[in-house]
């Protein structure tokens, strides 16, 4: 089965710092470009970050010089580290790359001020 699984999530006090990890099954991450994207209560999806298939990275004005993608092609993962949390990046992140159709379950990031 093709998907993507996230993971990493949790609660954190503002400042602190998170890592997710999106772990691909069926799909080599390695030669695909990946994204995080996440959806706060109440507001549409946005886009967070890409790498690309040979390692270029991408962020959105709000997260840049915060977060940092990264990938390990021996573990067929990409990983999004969040530093300086802010209670505006509360939300539920999910990771997307093209060849797997739809979202998968994402993961909770609560950050409390």
């Known amino acids: 089965q093709v998907q993507l699984v996230e993971s990493g999530g949790g609660l954190v006090q503002a400042g602190g710092s998170l890592r997710l990890s999106c772990a691909a099954y069926?799909?080599?991450?390695?030669?695909?470009?990946i994204d995080w994207y996440r959806q706060a209560p109440g507001k549409q999806r946005e886009w967070v970050a890409t790498i690309s298939s040979g390692g270029s990275t991408n962020y959105a004005d709000s997260v840049k010089g915060r977060f940092t993608i990264s990938r390990d092609n021996a573990k067929n993962s990409v990983y999004l580290q969040m530093n300086s949390l802010k209670p505006e990046d509360t939300a539920v992140y999910y990771c997307k790359t093209p060849s797997v159709g739809g979202w998968g379950q994402g993961t909770q990031v609560t950050v409390s001020s």
């Open positions: 069926g799909v080599i991450l390695s030669i695909t470009i």
